[in-house]
Nanobody, 115 residues
Framework: VQLQAFGGGLVQAGGSLRLSCTMS????????MGWYRQAPGKQRELVAT????????EYADSVKGRFTISRDYANNTVYLQMNNVKLEDTAVYYC?????????WGQGTLVTVSS
């Protein structure tokens, strides 16, 4: 199982960015998808998750109302729409897929927010 994340870059505070994570398997075959991030000197933290069964989504308090996780089943891709970004959103963002208690990670994509 391979996940490829892309879409990171430099964005000004208050701007928007969309991250993508494409999988080598069908999204229907995973139990959940998620985005995580790791800022310099900090631990990796959960940003958003999407459960396949029921379609439940959850967000970190710090991004609620600003970020949205969504799925493109036709292209086996998960997105993270980031709006009104803040300086503290600067981090390497990772996508993760969970299938039958096994987790798969994509490579990180760097998001840098400038003032």
């Amino acid at each position: 199982v391979q996940l490829q994340a892309f879409g990171g870059g430099l964005v000004q505070a208050g701007g928007s960015l969309r991250l993508s994570c494409t999988m080598s398997i069908s999204i229907f075959s995973v139990n959940a998808m998620g985005w995580y991030r790791q800022a310099p000197g900090k631990q990796r933290e959960l940003v958003a998750t999407s459960v396949t069964e029921g379609g439940t989504t959850e967000y970190a308090d710090s991004v609620k109302g600003r970020f949205t996780i969504s799925r493109d089943y036709a292209n086996n891709t998960v997105y993270l729409q980031m709006n009104n970004v803040k300086l503290e959103d600067t981090a390497v963002y990772y996508c993760k897929a969970t299938r039958t208690f096994t987790s798969y990670w994509g490579q990180g994509t760097l998001v840098t927010v400038s003032s």
